[in-house]
T-cell receptor, first 110, second 113 residues
Framework: KQEVTQIPAALSVPEGENLVLNCSFT??????LQWFRQDPGKGLTSLLL?????REQTSGRLNASLDKSSGRSTLYIAASQPGDSATYLC?????????FGTGTRLQVFP | KAGVTQTPRYLIKTRGQQVTLSCSPI?????VSWYQQTPGQGLQFLFE???????NKGNFPGRFSGRQFSNSRSEMNVSTLELGDSALYLC????????????FGSGTRLTVV
């Protein structure tokens, strides 16, 4: 059974810091990995999608990597801003469904 | 390009009632999935429909059901509501091709009293 763990569970940092959010999984038989952000009470916004044949994807200040051999994915946020405050979720696509991590709640203060 | 539309946004129901939630996927997307999000359990997969057929189902009781119409719009129904059904219900659509991700709607917040 696929289990997905995100570390840390919560993070509070001052504006401008570079951040690393971690996601680990137990089953390497994944197809895609997707990172989402969720604002309180809202739906999920897709940030980055990494196909199983890829190792990383970049969008603006965000970079996500995937290492299937070690069972890890990392989301790197450069020069964090207060608007980045949200919960970040990683999810693995496996057999017609997404399996979500436990989430990292990020707060960036001015 | 319109996103995934879920209606209604908020619902308050009484225990024992039933409820129907609606999801309109992105045009051209034939796969629609439903997820339940609660503070205690996080995001859990309910079921997935593709071309009007349920392809996959999560570990939920039979009170949770769904369907998909020929235009790919989907509904989910919960009968005999329980307090524990209070949650944010999220719908996601996908092109169902390797390499394509999921796009989520804003969700329906269901409160059972």
């Amino acid at each position: 059974k696929q289990e997905v763990t995100q570390i840390p569970a919560a993070l509070s940092v001052p504006e401008g810091e570079n951040l690393v959010l971690n996601c680990s999984f137990t089953d390497s038989a994944i197809y895609n990995l997707q990172w989402f952000r969720q604002d309180p009470g809202k739906g999920l916004t897709s940030l980055l999608l990494i196909q199983s044949s890829q190792r990383e994807q970049t969008s603006g200040r965000l970079n996500a990597s995937l290492d299937k051999s070690s069972g890890r994915s990392t989301l790197y946020i450069a020069a964090s801003q207060p608007g980045d405050s949200a919960t970040y979720l990683c999810a693995f696509y496996n057999t017609d469904k997404l399996i979500f991590g436990t989430g990292t709640r990020l707060q960036v203060f001015p | 390009k319109a996103g995934v539309t879920q209606t209604p946004r908020y619902l308050i129901k009484t225990r024992g009632q039933q409820v129907t939630l609606s999801c309109s996927p992105i045009s051209g997307h034939r796969s629609v999935s439903w997820y339940q999000q609660t503070p205690g359990q996080g995001l859990q997969f309910l079921f997935e429909y593709f071309s009007e057929t349920q392809r996959n189902k999560g570990n939920f009781p039979g009170r949770f059901s769904g369907r998909q119409f020929s235009n790919s719009r989907s509904e989910m129904n919960v009968s005999t509501l329980e307090l524990g059904d209070s949650a944010l219900y999220l719908c996601a659509s996908s092109m169902n091709r390797v390499g394509y991700g999921y796009t989520f709607g804003s969700g329906t917040r269901l409160t059972v009293v």
